[in-house]
């Protein structure tokens, strides 16, 4: 079946430009993530959001960071004012809605975006 | 709040040996513990993952995970490794009791495997 989509697979972007990132989940899962894969850096936590409650931001770099879910499905990982250390893979990822009393699902990956700001 | 641990950046194992992957954490609770691998140019792949009970816990390819409560460890092993096991390997914890799904991972690490 189809798995987690991502769109565009690289972007190359000018310095102070924003760009725009989207995920779209398997169909069905409530919980999507994102999350920003750096050279040595392993996978940083950026967002998630589950179902219809307010999304975790905790992980977000700066206020320039922000992400959308639109109808519980697709989201958008907008960067505003990119610089050179916003280049990265960005990792899109998608979990199944949890039986009652678990959460113990895991995560479903895009291939991602990878991000090069010059 | 929780965090990860891998404390090797990189482990080297000849083929037909067994290789252990390190991976420790810390959660306020008990945690869901996994572990996921990436191979060149491919997404980030489920291997396996810790619920309950038995502390020993085998995946996808052969992989198998050992739970320590008592040293907040979840190991991740293979018998006997192949160089097609070569690739980055994560560790990720969630808290069990939180409700919510976020999932925290490790730096990673690269395993290669020799010929």
């Known amino acids: 079946g189809a798995g987690v989509s991502q769109s565009p697979s690289n972007k190359v972007t000018e310095k102070g430009k924003d760009v725009e990132l989207r995920c779209d989940p398997i169909?069905?899962?409530?919980?999507l993530y994102w999350y920003r894969q750096s050279l040595g850096q392993g996978l940083e936590f950026l967002i998630y959001?589950?179902?219809?409650?307010?999304?975790?931001k905790s992980g977000l770099p700066s206020d320039r960071f922000s992400a959308e879910r639109t109808g519980g499905s697709v989201s958008t990982l907008t960067i505003q004012r990119t610089q050179q250390e916003d280049s990265a893979v960005y990792l899109c990822?998608?979990?199944?809605?949890?039986?009652?009393?678990?959460?113990?699902?895991?995560?479903?990956f895009g291939n991602g975006t990878r991000l090069t700001v010059t | 709040a929780q965090s990860v641990a891998q404390p090797e950046d990189q482990v080297n194992v000849a083929e037909g040996n067994p290789l252990t992957v390190k991976c420790t954490y810390s959660?306020?609770?008990?945690?869901?513990l996994f572990w996921y691998v990436q191979y060149p140019n491919r997404g980030l792949q489920f291997l396996l993952k810790?619920?309950?009970?038995?502390?020993l816990v085998k995946g996808s390819y052969g992989f198998e995970a050992e739970f320590n409560k008592s040293q907040t460890s979840f190991h991740l092993k293979k018998p006997s490794a192949l160089v097609s096991d070569s690739a980055l390997y994560f560790c990720?914890?969630?808290?069990?009791?939180?409700?919510?799904?976020?999932?925290?991972f490790g730096a990673g690490t690269r395993l290669f495997v020799k010929a």
């Open positions: 169909s069905g899962h409530t919980a």
């Open positions: 959001f589950q179902g219809n409650s307010a999304p975790d």
């Open positions: 990822a998608s979990s199944f809605p949890p039986r009652t009393g678990t959460n113990n699902s895991p995560l479903h």
């Open positions: 810790y619920i309950t009970g038995d502390n």
């Open positions: 990720a914890v969630r808290d069990r009791y939180t409700g919510g799904f976020k999932t925290i």
């Open positions: 959660v306020s609770g008990n945690p869901y």
